[in-house]
């Protein structure tokens, strides 16, 4: 524990929170961008019933192609994202043929090919919080030292610079009320036997009905970031760029604010969808309604048009919906169901649907398309 307490520090030592907001992603006016955003277990399930409820998002969406037969080839991270990063070289399938090689090593690599294609290429290069680098939880960001990348963790990173601009949210600790609370349950979930724990346990919420003290640190320091992505990003770029995102706000999930579904200690609505009493939803919806005002600014300052633009995630969750319906043996297929959405350069259009069969391998050939051969 010690030697993990250390190793986080020094990570953590290296992006401290800001106090102000700065760009860090520097898009061209006149060259092409490749901008890949990765929201951590978003669920493809979700998606047709957010755009019922939010018609808006079709014409948002311009030019983008949404994908609801994409498979993952896995159900959490370890599994799915080094496919995703770095192809098919990267299933577990073909990892596991390098039996003498460590899985980190493997993990890292995969981590890694998208991005030293386009520095090699003449791209400027930005990557965030790259899911599991060097298997650390905090990302260990090093690994692309020496590569000609720019390579930054933002999760967390403006939670402060965030709260202090929303003082509604930040007047409690709601982290620590919930944990002083959640101890409790933990004492009781240690003293029965095994059998029980699962069900005491409860998905880590400990049957929290008290909405005023939900866990929204998690959330806010994924949500930030999605709500200062204009902010973060200036268009003074002189080549052509390669962003890659990674964010977690559908990974740790809370309870917003409808009809924007924002951040709120008191929820007074949750929608009228089927959903709308499902945290996993309401994460989702917040994610890609963020993600359409991003793309409005990017619309607004001419990059738009120049811009191919990839929406995916690395798995998803189990959740109850009516998309797959039998018995089967690896679980809820919605699980191995990530989101996956493609607009290429100067496409426009209302969003469109195609079913052809993906996976989010193909993210690599996607991005790469007609730019290295």
Partial sequence: INKG?????????????????????????????????MLDRAINAYVPYILEEKPELKEKL???????????????????????????????????????????????????????????NGFDVTMTDSSWANYKWVPDMSIFEGKNINAYRTITKYTDYWLGEHKDISNIDIKETLMKRNFIWYGLLRT????FRDTIYNDGFYYNTNQSVQDLQALVNNYAVLDYLSELTDFTGSKNTYTFIVNELTH???????????PSLKIKDYGNGPYSKDIHYHANI?????????FEYLKQNGVYDNTRIIIVSD????????????DFPLGDPVTFNPILFFKDFDKTGSLQEDNTFM????VPTLALEGIVE
């Fill in 252 to 262: 740790e999930p809370a309870f917003l604010m409808p009809p924007d579904y924002v």
């Fill in 62 to 120: 311009e030019g983008f192609v949404f994908y609801p037969n994409t498979a993952s080839f896995g159900r959490n991270t370890l599994f799915g994202a080094s496919a995703m990063n770095g192809g098919y070289d990267y299933t577990p399938f073909q990892m596991n043929k390098k039996a003498d090689v460590p899985l980190v090593q493997k993990h890292n690599e995969s981590l890694t090919v998208m991005p030293e294609f386009f520095a090699e």
């Fill in 359 to 362: 996976t989010n391998a193909d």
């Fill in 286 to 294: 917040g994610a890609l309604l963020r993600l359409a005002e991003y």
């Fill in 192 to 195: 029965f036997p095994t059998s």
């Fill in 5 to 37: 307490f250390k190793e986080t520090k020094a990570i953590v030592e290296q992006n401290k929170n800001n106090d102000s907001l700065s760009p860090i992603f520097h898009l061209s006016k006149t060259d092409k961008n490749i901008l890949i955003i």
């Fill in 315 to 326: 798995h998803a969750t189990g959740v109850h919906t009516p998309k797959f319906t039998g």
